[in-house]
């Protein structure tokens, strides 16, 4: 991957979720356009104006002005006294993507960075040597300071990092991959911390994994609604259309693909049930409706992801330096928020369908699921797992946007608390997936209790993908392998694959 600030898409950033992301360096054009936004750094200290971010203190001590023998020192300290992070460490997957946005972002040139910091940065990337960035310390503005600050370490060999993922100080880090530690220059130390990539990099990768889900929970349904011998007319193409959102559309138009072709369907048709539960029939108001608000965290995080994040901003055209307020992680936080919700909807009426399929009262099959009920508990605490998983999420879907406290002696007296907004969004999405995944095993088993008809060619395909690691329940056992094995069918996408072999309009 070259990188120039401008041209980065979602799509390539799948593989730095990957134990083997690409490499990546900079490109020309956006060398060119740093060295004119250094030039203009340089050009203002030689004439020793006094320009917030090149020669002052920061925050609340914006008016003191540091002399000019001081900067690197300055510089230094910024770095190392904002590195105040606690908590966990971010995993490898987020701490690459917030090397690689924050380095697109440099690259811009709107923030009097040197080339060879943006160069040794991505050195780093390549050589999968990975500063230790703890996941807690910033509210989201000014920018992600404390996590961005544990990233900058590394370059001047402070704090902690991973080699191949083996922990050790940066000095020796550096050391053994041969890159010499930096002497940040004016400005460098606060382009480098000042901005919204760990928040950015977290909820990317929650973006990503939901995504993967959307298909995946459209699957999960068509497959209950066979083991429930369920009413395909609500996916009627003329109900979308007098209520023509994109989602309902798509979700609609998956669940009638899934189950072309479906005998079970067929066997019923003529029943005397009249409507189903709305965890069945209003599948795509609901799935739809998680895909249109995902639609749009996309569109935010696709300009995110090419976007200048820091303060102040350089532009050397006009020969000109705005201190303003693009480091501030509203936009990302409020996204991150309704996605949150978003996804515990998918998880909640996931949820639903799973308990119609467990009590009998509502099924008409075998109570949880089980042979030789009473001898035998079945799905009956995974369906407990889910539903704790569930509420869970409800705890977790609280918006983080709305909170502000103010810090810097009030001088920052608005602030996003995105990266917390992101965290939650990613840890929803992890349940989601994981209730999804007893979903499947449980609409997996269902349907293995009908008269031998098939199922749609979809939801056939399904079956058998998961039948090849799974068979179906006839006495109690370790169910938590079962959910693993159901999870690393999700996870390797082998799921998905097969589904869309059989599907291939699958969305």
Known sequence: MIIDGQDIQLSELDGFLSTHPPQVSLGEKAKAAMKESRDTVEAILKREQVVYGINTGFGKLANTGIAASRLEEL?????????????TPLPPTVV???MLLRANALSRGHSGCRVKVVETLLALLNED???????????????????????????????????????????????????????????????????????????LQGYIESTRLLSTADIACAMTLEALKGSIRPFDERVWKVRPHPGHKEVSANLRALMVGSE??????????VQDQYSLRCVPQVHGAVRD???????????????????PLIFPADDDVISAGNFHAEPLAIPFDYASAAMSELANISERRLENMVNPDLSGLPAFLANDSGVNSGFMI??????????????????????????????????????????????????AANVLAIELMAAFQAIGFGEGLKPGVGVEAAMNIIGKDLAPLKQDRYLKKDIDIVRNIMDQGMLLAAVKTAVPELI
């Open 75 to 87: 510089q230094r300290n910024l770095i190392v006294s904002h590195a105040v992070g606690v908590g």
């Open 96 to 98: 690459r993507l917030a």
């Open 129 to 203: 040597c990975l500063p230790m960035i703890p996941a807690q310390g910033s509210v989201g503005a000014s920018g992600d300071l404390a996590p961005l600050a544990h990233m900058a370490c590394l370059l001047i060999g402070e704090g902690e990092a991973y080699l191949h993922g083996e922990r050790m100080p940066s000095a020796q880090a550096l050391v053994e991959v041969g890159i010499e530690p930096i002497v940040l220059q004016a400005k460098e130390g606060l382009a480098l911390i000042n901005g919204t990539q760990i928040s950015a990099a977290i909820g």
């Open 264 to 273: 079970i369907l067929e066997s019923h048709k003529d029943c005397n049930k």
């Open 293 to 311: 608000a995902l639609r749009h965290v996309g569109e935010v995080l696709q300009r995110e992801v090419n976007a200048v994040t820091d303060n």
């Open 382 to 431: 995974a369906q407990v797992t889910a539903a704790a998983l569930v509420s869970e999420n409800k705890c977790l879907a609280h918006p983080a946007s709305v909170d502000s406290i103010p810090t810097s002696a009030n001088k920052e007296d608005h602030v996003s608390m995105a990266p917390i907004a992101a965290r939650k969004f990613r840890a929803i999405v992890e349940n």
